[in-house]
């Protein structure tokens, strides 16, 4: 079945820098469309980034030029620096199986992963 494994949040101060990892597994074919979202407390979840099958990415304006998004065979990266306390959030590693061009709501979610920055 179709595992996406989070790891690496954690706590920092602002400014700081984390790196979280989500190792995708199960997929029979490579999943199309692979990003990150977030959701702090009280607030709707959202997209922080993405990639899609051709290897574009979007990263959400909130956190343009302070995190990246990267992908080596099943493994998702996404690089945070210059943390702010409002990039404090569960962060989620998602990923759809068909959606070409990450349009969708994606169909395959990981447990999370906790960001603090305080």
């Known amino acids: 079945h179709v595992q996406l494994v989070e790891s690496g949040g954690g706590s920092v101060q602002p400014e700081g820098s984390l790196r979280l990892s989500c190792v995708a597994s199960?997929?029979?074919?490579?999943?199309?469309?692979m990003g990150w979202f977030r959701q702090a407390p009280g607030k709707e979840r959202e997209a922080v980034a993405d990639m899609d099958s051709d290897g574009s990415r979007l990263v959400a304006k909130s956190v343009k030029g302070r995190f990246t998004i990267s992908k080596d065979k099943n493994t998702l990266t996404l690089q945070m620096t210059n943390l702010k306390p409002e990039d404090t959030a569960m962060y989620y590693c998602a990923a759809d199986a068909a959606d070409v061009t990450c349009t969708r709501w994606p169909e395959y979610w990981g447990q999370g992963t906790q960001v603090t920055v305080s």
């Open positions: 199960g997929f029979t074919v490579n999943p199309k469309c």
